[in-house]
């Protein structure tokens, strides 16, 4: 069964820049998470969608980050304009509906702004 | 909210020897704990994890139990081997039934040879 899969694994851009990163869960998952992970931190939570409908979004900075998920499938989460505080890894991860369910994250993408 | 905090931040320890990682959390009502592991430019993947309606859990050289009343639980690796050098996080869900999970700020775990 293949796992989280996202992409790009790095991106590097100029402050200001826009940037967009794309998560694609377990297939037959219903739920998926974009988490953000510091340097030296543990993972923090910035949406939760429950299939195409966004549930939990209240850690999301609206003012400059997006996210879609069409279809509640694919995922795509975008910061416009970037700033030097966001370098950081952006994690995915999805989990069958429900309480208490696994929760399998994909590898990342390592964001650094210049 | 939900908050969780994580000790020590790093450990070392000799392989063959056990180690043991502690986490509090602070809402009543949380009732599903994981345990990730997450190996150098690596993913987080689950280790372990407990409900609420029991104390301990144990799956080969490694264990978790949990303390209700404390509001704490613990990861018990035993036997340790050099593979098991990583970062661990702990976490906690953000109240009953909740999906949202809150991290610990990791403990870095390195097996000495």
């Known amino acids: 069964e293949a796992g989280v899969v996202q992409s790009p694994r790095y991106k590097i851009i100029e402050k200001k820049q826009p940037v967009a990163f794309w998560c694609n869960p377990i297939?037959?998952?219903?739920?998926l998470y974009w988490y953000l992970q510091n340097l030296g931190q543990g993972p923090e939570l910035l949406i939760r969608y429950e299939n195409e409908e966004a549930v939990d979004d209240s850690q999301l900075p609206k003012d400059r980050f997006s996210a879609e998920r069409l279809k509640g499938v694919d995922s795509t989460l975008k910061i416009q304009p970037a700033e030097l505080g966001d370098s950081a890894v952006y994690l995915c991860a999805s989990s069958l509906a429900g309480s208490e369910k696994t929760q399998y994250f994909g590898p990342g993408t390592r964001l650094l702004v210049l | 909210g939900e908050n969780v905090e994580q000790h020590p931040s790093t450990l070392s320890v000799q392989e063959g020897d056990s180690a043991v990682i502690k986490c509090t959390y602070s809402?009543?009502?949380?009732?599903?704990f994981p345990w990730y592991k997450q190996e150098l430019g690596k993913r987080p993947q689950l280790i372990i994890d407990?409900?609420?309606?029991?104390g301990e859990k144990k799956d080969q050289r490694i264990a978790v139990t949990l303390n209700k009343t404390a509001k704490h639980f613990s990861l018990h690796i035993t036997e340790t081997q050099p593979e098991d050098s990583a970062v661990y996080f702990c976490?906690?869900?953000?109240?009953?039934?909740?999906?949202?999970?809150?991290f610990g700020q990791g403990t870095r775990l390195t097996i000495n040879p």
């Open positions: 297939s037959g998952h219903n739920t």
């Open positions: 809402d009543s009502a949380s009732n599903y």
């Open positions: 976490a906690a869900n953000a109240g009953r039934g909740a999906q949202k999970l809150v």
């Open positions: 407990i409900r609420s309606n029991v």
